[in-house]
């Protein structure tokens, strides 16, 4: 069992940065494939960026740039740095551990980033 707590979110002005953190708890945190996904409100849950259990990291389009995801195993925590913002990053920000293998998968509980002048 794996817990994700989130922070970090708030509002920024268009051109602003902020730094989303996903401290989790429970075992086995490094196994984890981390991805941090985003739903504005009356769209669907989207994907914005993975890092791996190797550290490999993958971006979505819309983000690829302004965005960097990293982790910090010895905290157990994962980190996206946003840059750059624009009003259309405006969404909830969910933090999701998987370990694909085991078709294991946990959520936290999201926070809220919004650009707006």
């Known amino acids: 069992q794996v817990q994700l707590v989130e922070s970090g979110g708030g509002l920024v002005q268009p051109g602003g940065s902020l730094r989303l953190s996903c401290a989790a708890s429970?075992?086995?945190?490094?196994?984890?494939?981390m991805n941090w996904y985003r739903q504005a409100p009356g769209k669907q849950r989207e994907l914005v960026a993975t890092?791996?259990?190797?550290?490999?990291?993958y971006y979505a389009y819309s983000v690829k740039g302004r965005f960097t995801i990293s982790r910090d195993n010895s905290k157990n925590t994962v980190y996206l740095q946003m840059n750059s913002l624009k009003p259309e990053d405006t969404a909830a920000y969910y933090c999701?551990?998987?370990?694909?293998?085991?078709?294991?998968?946990?959520w936290g509980q999201g926070t809220q980033v919004t650009v707006s002048s």
């Open positions: 999701n551990a998987e370990w694909a293998t085991r078709g294991l998968a946990y």
């Open positions: 429970g075992s086995s945190f490094s196994i984890y494939a």
């Open positions: 890092i791996t259990s190797g550290g490999s990291a």
